[in-house]
C-alpha cells in the first residue's frame, strides 16, 4: 500500500513541481512536456502492481484491517489472518494490531474528519487537555461511556462541570448517571437536544431542576452545576450565561455514597440497566465533580475557559485511563484546533474540486456559508493544514477582492482587513481576488492572489455548524431528516445526521481517481438501510435536488427524489442548491439560474392511490356534500322558433372541495392558481337538459380550472420536496370554469305573437349520485352579455330546486320577452294606415265612384299583400296567433269598407235614374237627348207595345226633332 502511495505521488510531482526529482527540474528548465514517457512509466508499475495482489482473499478481519485498523473490534478473533498469511504469527500480530490501535496518531487519521488535526508539535494550539470520544461508531449502544473504577462518599454539597459537544443527539444524551442500590438516579445531568434544555436530579429524585440552555450539535457546551443540599439550591451556569439560581424539591441529608459512577450512560440499576436510546455520541472533555459548592466565580471561570482552575476533584480525567473502565468503541482523542478551549470561532470544510472564484462562491453560499476568509493565526493554520492534507492543487480561494483603487477587502462587503498575512501581494485590476497557498512551506505569511478564472480549492466557513435539511423523504423513512458537516471521508466532507445516520463520499479508487465514486447514506446502527446518490457529474455534491437509490428503507424504491437545503424558512432551493424568496416560486417569471423555481408549479398535489372515480370524503360529517354552480349568460346566439331551439353562450362555474387533495402556493389572485388540467381529479359531471329533460347539445369553447384559496396554509412537510406553502384540500376550493355553447329545446307558445313571453327552462342535474350524496346548488346567476336577441329579449330568469329520479339539481328559467317593435312599425302602424285611407274614401265626392273604388280596392290589395309577406315570415302554428287576427281583422274591415262603397254607389245610381224616369213620363223632356252612337239608338220595333207611341212621339209636329228616335237612356227612363 505505501509503494503504490509513494508511485501515485511521483506521478503527481512528474506532472507538477517536479519537487521529488530535481535533478530532472534542473535538466528540463520546468518543462513538462518531457515527462511523459516517466509519467506513463509510473503508470503501468501501478497497474502492474494492482494486478498483482486482485486476486489475493484475505478473508473478512484482514479486509477488514486493510480498510480500517480500527474496524477490528475483537483482536482475538484476528488469528484469521494466519490462514491467508502462513508466514504470520498469530500470537505477534495480536499484540502489534494493538499496538496500533492504541497509536494517537492512527487514531486521528482514522477518524480523518479533519477537525481533530494536531498541532504538529508547534504547541500553539491552546486546550487541546483529554477529550473522549464517545461511540466512534456513531451507532447507538448501551455499552458504550466509562465506568468510575472508585466510588463516592457520602456528600452534602455537589458540584458537577463536564464540556460536552453532541455529534448526534438520542432521545436524551445523559452526560453523567450515579446510581446506588436505593435509587438509580442519585446524580444524573442529561442533554437534551430538541428541547434545548438540560436537566439534573440529586438525592432519590429530591432534586430536579430543567434549565433552558443553547443546545446544539457540532458546537461545546461548557455547564456547571452547583447543589447545596441542605440549604435546597441549586445554582446553573452555562457558557457565558448569567448564574440560574433555584430551589430544589425538598431539603435532604446529601448524596448516598458506595454506589457507581457512569458516563455517557443511564443507569437503572447499579452498573447496568443502560438503553442505547439514553447514551451520549459526542466529545466529552474536561469533567470536575466535587463534593462542595462552586462558587459563582469559579463556575464562571471555568465556562469560559479560563486557566489555573485545580479544584482538587474528585472525579476528573487528568488520569483518565487509568481512573476510568472504557466501554465499548469509547476511544481518548487530541482535537487541537476543535478541542473544547481552542478559541477557534469559525467551522470550516475543505472541498478538494477545482472551482473557478465565482462557482466557489455560490458553492459556499449554497451550504448556508461563505468563502473563508480567516481572521486570526490560529485560523489561518487550521484552513492551511486542512489544505496540505485535502487540497492537491495546494492553493484555496479566499473571501478577498480588491476594491479597485485602494487595497483588499473582505468580499461582498467594505470591511477593511484585520489579519492579512501576504507572502505575495500583487495589486491588480478588479478581477484579482486573494488565495491561500498551502503547496509550500510559507510559514504564517501564505496568502496570495489570483485571478477568479483560475479554478482552485474551496473553503466554506460560517459561525454555526453547517446545517441541511432533507426533503423528500417519507414519513416514516429511518433516516434523518437534518444533516450537520462534519468530519472526512475518502478526502471529502461527511455529513452526520442528527440521529443515526451518515452521508460520506465513496470512491471507486481512491488512489487513482479521488473524484470517481458515489455519495452514500446509510443508516449506522442498521447498515442494510442505504441509499446512494445517482451522479450526474463526477464533481456533484448532494447539495441541492437529486435523484437517490434507495434500498431496504421503510418508504424504498427504485429512485426518488431528494433535496439537501441551508435555506431558511421563507426560503425555496433551487435544484443547485441556491435560495431565493418563496414567494418568488411559481410567479411565471425565472428566478432561480436553473430556472428550478418554475418548474413542478401544478397546484394541485394528488396522493398516492388517489382514485378519480370516488367522489370526495365528507368532512365535518355534513351530509349531503354541496356543490356550488355559478351561471353565468354570456349571449343569445339564435332563437329557432320553427324547431323549438334555443341556442345561447354560457360560462359555467362549478366549486367543490376534496379533502384527499393539497394544494401548494395558492396565491389571491386566482390567475397564478391555474391548473392546467382536472383529468386526474374528481370532477362533479353536470347534465345540463332543456324542455322535457332532453340533453342539450353542447360544445366546450373555453375550459379554466384554478385553486380558490379560502384558507391559510398547512405547517411545513419536510416529506415534500419542495419548500412550498401547502394547503388543506378540505378548506380551499377547486374551481371549473367552461364556456359553453348549447343547444336547449323550448316550447314557444306564439298565442299572442307578436307581444309574447316565452319560458325556456335550463336544468343542470348531477349526474351519478343520488341527493342524498350530493346537491347542487346554483349561487349565481347573471346574465353579464348583451340581454338583447334581434327577436327577444331576456326579462328574467328565475331559479328553483330539481328533483329527478332522486338526483338534485337546479332549474333555471328564462324568461324572452319578443321585441315587438319591428311589428308595429312594419305590420301593425301601415294596416291601420291603410284601413284609414279606405276609411277615408267616404269622404271623396259622391258622384266620384270611380275613385273612391279604386282607392278602396288598391288598400285591401295591398293589406292582403303586406299580410302574406309577413306571413312567409312568421312561425307557422296550427293556431291563430295575435297578429294572424289582427291582419284578418283589418282585411274583413277593408273588404267591408268595399262592399259599404258599391252599395253606397247602387243607392245613388237608383235615385238618379228613378228621377229620370219621372220626368220624361211627364213630358218635361226639354230638349232631346241625341244619340251619341249608333249603338244608342233603339229601333221602334224593339219598344215593345210602347214603340208605336213612341214612334209617333218622334214624329210627331209637336216634336223639334222629327225623324229622330229617342236615346236608350231616355226610353229606359221612360219605361220606368
Not at 406 to 415: I, L, R, S, V
Amino acid at each position: 500500500m505505501s509503494f503504490q502511495k509513494k508511485l501515485e505521488l511521483f506521478k503527481h510531482d512528474l506532472q507538477g513541481e517536479l519537487l521529488h526529482f530535481p535533478k530532472l527540474l534542473k535538466h528540463t528548465k520546468g518543462r513538462k512536456y518531457h515527462n511523459h514517457m516517466l509519467v506513463q512509466f509510473i503508470e503501468t508499475l501501478i497497474d502492474d502492481f494492482k494486478a498483482r495482489c486482485d486476486d489475493i482473499s484475505l478473508g473478512r478481519l484482514p479486509l477488514l484491517f486493510t480498510q480500517d485498523l480500527f474496524l477490528v473490534t475483537n483482536v482475538s478473533e484476528f488469528s484469521e489472518a494466519n490462514h491467508t498469511f502462513k508466514y504470520v504469527c498469530a500470537t505477534s500480530i495480536q499484540i502489534e494490531l494493538i499496538d496500533l490501535q492504541e497509536n494517537v496518531a492512527l487514531k486521528e487519521e482514522r477518524r480523518g474528519d479533519g477537525l481533530a488535526i494536531t498541532d504538529g508539535g508547534n504547541g500553539d494550539v491552546a486546550g487541546g487537555g483529554v477529550t473522549l470520544y464517545l461511540q466512534t461508531d456513531g451507532v447507538a449502544r448501551g455499552d458504550s461511556g466509562l465506568t468510575w473504577k472508585k466510588t463516592l462518599p457520602q456528600m452534602a454539597a455537589v458540584s458537577v462541570c463536564f464540556r460536552v459537544k453532541l455529534l448526534q443527539t438520542r432521545e436524551t444524551n445523559y452526560v453523567v448517571s450515579y446510581a446506588t442500590e436505593a435509587s438509580g438516579n442519585e446524580i444524573f445531568v442529561d442533554v437534551r437536544y430538541y428541547q434545548k434544555e438540560i436537566r439534573m436530579g440529586c438525592c432519590r429524585d429530591a432534586v430536579y431542576s430543567i434549565f433552558s440552555a443553547n443546545v446544539s450539535l457540532m458546537t461545546w457546551l461548557h455547564v456547571c452545576f452547583a447543589m447545596d443540599l441542605k440549604a435546597g439550591q441549586v445554582h446553573f451556569k452555562e457558557g457565558g450565561r448569567v448564574v440560574q439560581t433555584l430551589d430544589s424539591r425538598k431539603k435532604t441529608e446529601g448524596v448516598t455514597g458506595g454506589g457507581v459512577l457512569m458516563l455517557g450512560q443511564d443507569q437503572d440499576v447499579v452498573g447496568g440497566g443502560t438503553e442505547a436510546t439514553q447514551s451520549l455520541h459526542g466529545y466529552l472533555a474536561d469533567l470536575q465533580l466535587l463534593d462542595r459548592v462552586l462558587s459563582q466565580s469559579e463556575m464562571a471561570a471555568y465556562t469560559s475557559c479560563a486557566d489555573g482552575m485545580d479544584w482538587n476533584a474528585l472525579v476528573n480525567f487528568n488520569d483518565v485511563e487509568e481512573s476510568f473502565d472504557f466501554g465499548e468503541v469509547t476511544n481518548l482523542v487530541d482535537l487541537a484546533y476543535e478541542s473544547a478551549c481552542s478559541g477557534f470561532d469559525i467551522h470550516a470544510s475543505l472541498f478538494p474540486e477545482s472551482r473557478v472564484f465565482m462557482d466557489s462562491d455560490l458553492f459556499c453560499s449554497s451550504l448556508g456559508g461563505s468563502l473563508i476568509l480567516p481572521k486570526k493565526p490560529i485560523e489561518n493554520k487550521m484552513i492551511t493544514d486542512l489544505g496540505m492534507k485535502y487540497c492537491k492543487i495546494g492553493r484555496i480561494w479566499l473571501g478577498l477582492e480588491y476594491d479597485g483603487g485602494a487595497d483588499f477587502k473582505e468580499y461582498g462587503t467594505n470591511n477593511t482587513l484585520s489579519y492579512a498575512p501576504w507572502y505575495n501581494k500583487v495589486l491588480a485590476d478588479a478581477n484579482t481576488y486573494g488565495i491561500l497557498v498551502n503547496k509550500f512551506d510559507l510559514g504564517e505569511n501564505n496568502w496570495g492572489v489570483s485571478t477568479r478564472d483560475r479554478k482552485l480549492c474551496t473553503a466554506c466557513g460560517r459561525d454555526e455548524p453547517f446545517t441541511l435539511t432533507v426533503r423528500g423523504l417519507c414519513k416514516d423513512s429511518k433516516f434523518d431528516r437534518e444533516f450537520l458537516v462534519h468530519g472526512y471521508q475518502n478526502l471529502k466532507p461527511s455529513l452526520y445526521g442528527v440521529k443515526s445516520s451518515r452521508m460520506s463520499w465513496i470512491a471507486y479508487n481512491l488512489e487513482r481517481d479521488v473524484f470517481s465514486g458515489y455519495w452514500h447514506m446509510v443508516v449506522s446502527a442498521e447498515p442494510h438501510i442505504e441509499a446512494n446518490m445517482i451522479m450526474e457529474t463526477r464533481y456533484s455534491y448532494p447539495v441541492g435536488t437529486h435523484t437517490w437509490k434507495i434500498i431496504n428503507d421503510i418508504c424504498t424504491g427504485d429512485e426518488k427524489r431528494l433535496k439537501l437545503t441551508t435555506c431558511s424558512v421563507g426560503k425555496f432551493t433551487c435544484d443547485d442548491g441556491s435560495c431565493i424568496n418563496v414567494t418568488l416560486r411559481c410567479d411565471k417569471k425565472i428566478d432561480c439560474a436553473d430556472a428550478s423555481d418554475e418548474d413542478r408549479c401544478n397546484p394541485v398535489l394528488i396522493p398516492k392511490g388517489y382514485d378519480k372515480t370516488l367522489p370526495p370524503p365528507f368532512t365535518d360529517n355534513k351530509f349531503p356534500a354541496t356543490i356550488q354552480v355559478d351561471v353565468d349568460f354570456k349571449f343569445i346566439r339564435s332563437i329557432m322558433i320553427l324547431e323549438f331551439s334555443l341556442s345561447l353562450d354560457l360560462k359555467l362555474t362549478r366549486r367543490w372541495r376534496d379533502s384527499r387533495l393539497r394544494f401548494r402556493n395558492l396565491r389571491e389572485d386566482v390567475t397564478h392558481n391555474v391548473v392546467e388540467t382536472l383529468s386526474e381529479v374528481w370532477l362533479p359531471e353536470l347534465s345540463i337538459t332543456g324542455a322535457d329533460n332532453l340533453v342539450a347539445n353542447s360544445q366546450e369553447r373555453k375550459d379554466v380550472n384554478f385553486v380558490d384559496k379560502q384558507d391559510s396554509p398547512l405547517l411545513d412537510d419536510d416529506a415534500e420536496l419542495d419548500e412550498d406553502y401547502l394547503y388543506y384540500g378540505g378548506a380551499n376550493d377547486l374551481v371549473a370554469v367552461r364556456e359553453l355553447t348549447l343547444d336547449l329545446l323550448c316550447h314557444y307558445d306564439l298565442t299572442y305573437y307578436p307581444f309574447d313571453t316565452q319560458h325556456c327552462p335550463l336544468s343542470l342535474l348531477l349526474a351519478k349520485y343520488t341527493s342524498d350524496l350530493f346537491v347542487v346548488r346554483v349561487v349565481n346567476f347573471t346574465f353579464s352579455g348583451n340581454s338583447r336577441h334581434h327577436q327577444y329579449e331576456v326579462l328574467d330568469i328565475s331559479i328553483k330546486d330539481l328533483s329527478v329520479n332522486n338526483y338534485s339539481g337546479q332549474l333555471l328559467m328564462l324568461v324572452l320577452r319578443n321585441q315587438y317593435i319591428y311589428y308595429i312599425s312594419s305590420a301593425y302602424v301601415p294596416s291601420c294606415m291603410l284601413l284609414i285611407i279606405s276609411y277615408l274614401t267616404y269622404f271623396f265626392t259622391l258622384d266620384d265612384f270611380q275613385t273612391r273604388i279604386t282607392v278602396a280596392l288598391t288598400s285591401l290589395l295591398v293589406l292582403a299583400t303586406l299580410f302574406s309577406q309577413l306571413v312567409g315570415s312568421l312561425p307557422k302554428t296550427s293556431y291563430l296567433k295575435l297578429i294572424d287576427v289582427w291582419f284578418l281583422g283589418c282585411i274583413a274591415a277593408n273588404f267591408c269598407m268595399v262592399v259599404c262603397l258599391v252599395l253606397i254607389e247602387k243607392r245613388r245610381m237608383s235615385d238618379d235614374d228613378t228621377q229620370k224616369q219621372q220626368n220624361v213620363i211627364r213630358g218635361v223632356f226639354t230638349k232631346p237627348v241625341m244619340p251619341t252612337s249608333a249603338a244608342d239608338k233603339v229601333p221602334p220595333t224593339t219598344l215593345g207595345a210602347w214603340g208605336p207611341h213612341l214612334t209617333r212621339l218622334t214624329h210627331s209636329s209637336e216634336s223639334p226633332h222629327r225623324d229622330v228616335p229617342f236615346s236608350k237612356s231616355q226610353i229606359n227612363t221612360v219605361m220606368k
